[in-house]
């Protein structure tokens, strides 16, 4: 949890107070950090998660600390329950400002051993998940002003080997962003998305690195050479989602340590 007291202006980012976040994926892993990152800046938090152990505990976790969240149990690939919880928010909270689509669902398998259903369930959580929160939102957004935030990965623009449905995903999602940002300009609704490169501690590191060896293959991947934090990609979700970001919208922003740029030597 960052240090910054809730509602205040820091260098750790803008005052988002009396602004409503929507968040889907936000138990847990990347989703949580931006969650309580938000929270910490003065906005409200409404978080949609799978399972209701966890949602509990993300809510508590922002409570805790002096922050507002409410949660809701679906599942992003449930089109009508995510139109209910985005009609249901605006009832009792208001418009939304802010929609952050960070669900996910990802695992290592080369293409000639993966399933059809292997494939389409990481479509329909990353691209479908993101189309149904996105488009249920937009009814219930305050017009101008609101933003609208994918989290997407480096596989949408770098072809990885044991990644092909989830390269597919998200270049799904990064075009979507593209498309929805055109279409949803004129109405004063900013499209955007953050790619994360590896990210220390998450549910996805220890996944697709489950190694030493393979820890230290990624690590050198990186431009940088080391892995991300979660408080990474929620201080560039904070930016796109603040007034200095106004005239950016149809952007994928990288945070990814220069990931997606190749292996790299280092000199």
């Known amino acids: 949890m960052t240090a910054t007291s809730v509602g205040s202006t820091s260098a750790a980012g803008p005052n988002y107070g009396g602004k409503l976040v929507v968040i889907s ?23 949609i998660g799978r399972t209701q152990e966890k949602l509990d505990a993300s809510v508590a976790s922002i409570e805790q600390a002096g922050g507002s969240a409410f949660g809701y149990a679906a599942d992003v690939r449930e089109a009508a329950r ?14 939304i400002d802010i929609v952050i689509a960070a669900a996910a ?45 994918a989290i997407t990965a480096p596989q949408g623009q770098r072809a990885m080997a044991g990644q092909a449905h989830a390269c597919a ?28 490169g590896p990210i220390a501690g998450t549910e996805g590191m220890a996944r697709l690195a489950a190694t030493p060896e393979v820890e230290n293959f990624v690590r050198e991947a990186t431009a ?44």
Not at 169 to 188: S, T
Request: glycine content about 12%.
């Open 224 to 267: 940088l050479k080391r892995f991300g934090g979660v408080q990474d990609i929620a201080d560039a979700v904070a930016y796109l989602c603040c007034a200095q970001a106004g005239y950016v919208t149809g952007s994928i922003l990288d945070c990814d340590g220069g990931m997606r740029h190749g292996n790299f030597v280092s000199l």
């Open 25 to 47: 994926g936000g138990s847990s892993g990347i989703g949580l950090g931006i969650a309580q990152h938000l929270a910490a800046l003065g906005a409200k938090l409404v978080i």
């Open 169 to 196: 995903a998200k270049a799904g999602i990064d075009m979507l962003v593209k498309c929805l940002a055109i279409e949803w300009g004129a109405l004063g609704v900013r499209v955007n998305a953050v790619s994360p």
């Open 105 to 149: 669902g990802n695992f290592f398998v080369p293409a000639a051993r993966m399933s059809a259903n292997a494939f389409k369930t990481v479509i329909d959580i990353d691209l479908i998940g993101c189309f149904n929160l996105f488009s249920a939102a937009l009814p219930n957004l305050r017009k101008p002003g609101a933003s609208l935030i």
């Open 82 to 95: 995510i139109a209910e919880i985005m009609a249901d928010c605006k009832a009792k909270h208001g418009e």
